[in-house]
């Protein structure tokens, strides 16, 4: 049989005109575009900052940009593509500040500390904060919206192999890490 | 099949990359391999944690972003889908030439334009021109597209353009490019085809073209450049240092002089139509052959090559663009040009029946009805123009009062009830920080084309076309106490050169670059953030922090460069050179700069 692979729920596509009405500032077509994405780019956001407060900042930071980026979308790429296009660089722009500001050059590219909390949701989480914000964003997209590795690299900008290795990536690691805390929470 | 292969394969089939038959072979691996299994049991694990979480609490940004963008959007400084009809647009200028200074001997290529630019925009009243544009390499079906059309221009707020797209298409299944943009003073509107993806082409195009209008528009708005901006070349000449020279030639019948720019510093002669139309993209590096005419300063050509670089090859190639290093890719010329000729009667005609129209929020009042204090001082000829009050949902009311010479431009915007968390006025990222004595603290941002002052229970901002001096002049003039900035905002941690130095002993500060003002500076810990800005959109940020490694790259294309005779590296996609020197980190980004002139400005930093 093979594997259990769930899709989940897909981002949806909003209507064309909708994303034309916005672009020449109409406000009720934006809050449309907002409404539609803010769940979607919070959760990217805070499982790649690994903080809730600021990914909300940063996701209202993010549909300003869009705002006023919308009039250079050229409907080249989906517009969800295009959108964590912009959360992303939102996102990582935040990264490389802290890292400046705060010179978390190491710590922010590994790890905090691990917990003892039992429960899964932490688990997961931790163990996913353990990666690379490279590899974090890439596995991201494609688990948290079940973007396909073309949508993924079109979104970050790279070419699909790179999507395709960073994802696999990820999971071994990912498995590395949760394994390990399995047989340490089994002594 | 190999383990390491197994599990590689089995992360594609997770993302449903792999087929039927592949996918047997893999169950078969797994049946008999523990470690395979286990790689995909938690693989599906770390899935179903992640794409079915449970989400007690999901914020709800829209109040909050609804409300910042319904404020007064800060000028676009680069925007470069649709540029070539707000290029025409920008060709239109018109100045008495009161004298080009050379920066050398009779032999020097360069000169500085910002006084003459400067005194030119005080001297048009009213241009009416033919156009001829010629636009390379949209699609390769249509390689070469042509444009006839004309130019009315009325000091200070009114111009109408209008281009008829006459190139020959494969088919009639391809739609003109006609585009027309109108402005008269509290009214504007603009027609032209929607944009739609060039792989898309033709049929995606739809045959009745967009109309947008709007009206209640305030005068001078920052979210568009006004018609003064359009025709007169002030932010791209002024405050850029010396400028190339190209050399004297008879251009359209007239004497002229060439300067040589790049397609960034002529971004706000781009900024006009951008929305309008469906138009080639430019690179920011592109050359920009631009001749001007001597007597009026009209200028008279203009052409857009290429530029060389591997960033701009690689540019091209992402967006199918198979351009010619020696042929220009947007060429625009001016002809039949009558100076101080009034526009016909008709010449700025209302909306088209059928526009969308919105409203822009200012109402016009009488000038004693605006609460608006007078500033003490005026630069000569400056007369009320006009006054009034905007108000969106969700954003402050602001009351503004203007004045004019009949050509130029002075807008001064007040308010009480900012509730922002930076400075009212948008001055953009590049915001310095002023000791103006009396007049106490105020800011400065976009180049010193927009001031800003916070008061006790008041801010205001003062914009205009005329130069940064007058600008500050005029707002340390209006008797408002300026304030630093409350230590909440964004430019509470702005400090003067001295400050950053002392921040991080051994700052380095870019020496003998011309072509940008004082930069703003921001420290925030040991990290030291100077921004500086030139003409058009030329910019570039330098941030300097102590540190002996630079972070592990995020970009995948970031590439090893030379810099001060040290390995660096460059992203093209973030525009940024960074390196480490001397127990500290640097960085230089620009999205308007090439890796070449980043270079440049690296090796003229020297120590404060």
């Known amino acids: 049989m093979a594997a259990e692979a769930p899709r989940g729920v897909r981002v949806q596509e909003p209507d064309p005109r909708v994303i034309r009405a916005a672009a020449d500032h109409d406000q009720a077509a934006f809050g449309e575009i907002v409404r539609a994405y803010q769940a979607h780019v919070w959760r990217f956001l805070r499982h790649l900052l690994n903080d809730d407060a600021l990914a909300e900042d940063l996701t209202q930071e993010t549909f300003i940009r869009i705002y006023r980026k919308l009039h250079t979308f050229q409907f080249r790429s989906k517009f969800s593509t295009w959108v964590f296009n912009v959360a992303r660089n939102a996102g990582t722009d935040e990264l490389r500040s802290q890292r400046r500001r705060a010179r978390l050059v190491d710590a922010l590219a590994t790890t905090p500390p691990p917990s003892r909390d039992p429960s899964l949701r932490v688990e997961v989480e931790e163990a996913v904060a353990t990666l690379t914000p490279t590899l974090r964003e890439t596995l991201l997209l494609v688990e948290l919206f079940g973007f396909t590795y073309r949508e993924t690299a079109e979104a970050l900008g790279i070419p699909e192999g790179t999507a395709k290795r960073r994802v696999f990536d990820a999971r071994k690691q990912l498995a590395r890490e949760l394994t390990e805390k399995g047989e340490a929470g089994a002594m | ?608």
């Not at chain 2, 109108?182 to 967009?210: F, K, L, N, Y």
Request: proline fraction near 9%; aromatic fraction near 6%; hydrophobic fraction near 40%.
């Open chain 2, 1 to 608: 099949m190999r383990c390491d292969q197994a599990a590689e394969r089995l992360s594609h089939e997770l993302d449903g990359e792999v087929d039927d038959r592949e996918a047997t072979a893999l169950e078969a691996h797994i049946a008999s391999c523990s470690a395979c299994r286990a790689f995909r049991d938690t693989s599906l694990r770390v899935r179903q944690h992640l794409r079915f979480e449970v989400l007690s609490h999901v914020p709800d940004v829209e109040p909050r972003v609804q409300a910042t963008v319904a404020r007064p959007m800060p000028r676009a400084r680069w925007r470069w889908l649709a540029p070539a009809a707000a290029v025409v647009a920008g060709i239109v200028a018109g100045a008495a030439f009161i004298g080009l200074r050379t920066t050398g001997g009779p032999d020097v290529a360069a000169a500085n334009l910002s006084g003459p630019v400067l005194s030119a925009q005080r001297r048009v009243d009213a241009l009416v021109a033919q156009l001829r544009v010629t636009e390379r390499g949209w699609h390769p079906d249509v390689p070469v597209r042509s444009y006839a059309g004309h130019i009315d221009y009325r000091a200070p707020e009114s111009i109408a353009i209008d281009l008829v797209d006459d190139t020959k298409y494969p088919s009639t299944a391809w739609k003109p490019n006609n585009v027309a943009t109108v402005v008269s003073q509290g009214t504007d509107w603009r027609s032209g085809p929607a944009a739609c993806p060039r792989e898309s082409q033709p049929s995606c195009t739809p045959a009745a073209p967009r109309v947008l209008a709007s009206v209640d528009r305030e005068p001078f708005p920052d979210a568009e450049p006004a018609p003064l901006d359009l025709v007169v070349p002030v932010r791209s000449l002024a405050g850029g240092g010396d400028q190339t020279l190209l050399g004297s030639r008879r251009v359209a019948g007239r004497s002229a002089i060439g300067v040589q720019v790049t397609a960034a510093q002529v971004e706000p002669l781009l900024a006009g139509l951008v929305q309008t139309g469906n138009w080639r993209e430019l690179y920011p590096s592109d050359r920009v052959e631009l001749w001007l005419d001597r007597e009026s300063f009209v200028p008279l050509d203009l052409k857009v090559f290429p530029a060389r670089s591997a960033e701009r090859e690689r540019w091209a190639a992402h967006r199918g663009y198979s351009d010619n290093p020696r042929a220009p890719v947007l060429e625009i010329a001016l002809d039949d040009i009558r100076l101080d000729q009034a526009p016909a009667a008709d010449a700025f005609p209302a909306p088209p029946p059928g526009a969308v129209t919105r409203s822009l929020g200012f109402r016009e009042l009488p000038v004693d009805q605006v609460a608006v204090p007078d500033p003490g001082w005026l630069p000569p000829e400056m007369a009320p123009y006009r006054a009034g009050l905007v108000q969106t949902p969700n954003g402050p009311t602001v009351t503004e009062r203007t004045w004019s010479d009949g050509r130029a431009w002075i807008k001064v915007r007040e308010t009480h009830d900012w509730t922002g968390d930076r400075l009212f006025g948008d001055l953009g990222d590049a915001v310095r920080r002023i000791d103006s004595g009396a007049a106490g603290t105020v800011y400065s941002g976009d180049g010193g084309r927009r001031i800003a002052i916070h008061g006790a229970g008041v801010d205001a901002a003062v914009s205009g076309s005329l130069g940064g001096d007058d600008l500050l002049r005029v707002a340390t003039s209006l008797g408002i106490a300026g304030e630093p900035a409350p230590p909440t905002w964004a430019e509470a941690s702005l400090v003067t050169g001295p400050g950053a130095a002392h921040a991080l002993p051994g700052l380095l500060m870019p020496e003998r670059i011309g072509g940008f003002g004082k930069p703003a500076v921001r420290v925030d810990g040991d990290a030291v953030t100077l921004t500086y800005t030139g003409a058009g959109a030329r910019e570039f940020v330098l941030v300097q922090t102590r540190g002996t490694a630079l972070a592990p790259p995020v970009e995948i294309d970031t590439r090893g460069v030379d810099v001060r005779g040290r390995i660096g590296r460059y992203s093209p996609d973030r525009g940024e050179l960074e390196w480490v020197e001397r127990g500290a980190t640097f960085s230089i980004r620009s999205q308007s700069l090439s890796l070449s002139e980043l270079l440049r400005i690296a090796a003229h930093l020297e120590p404060v």
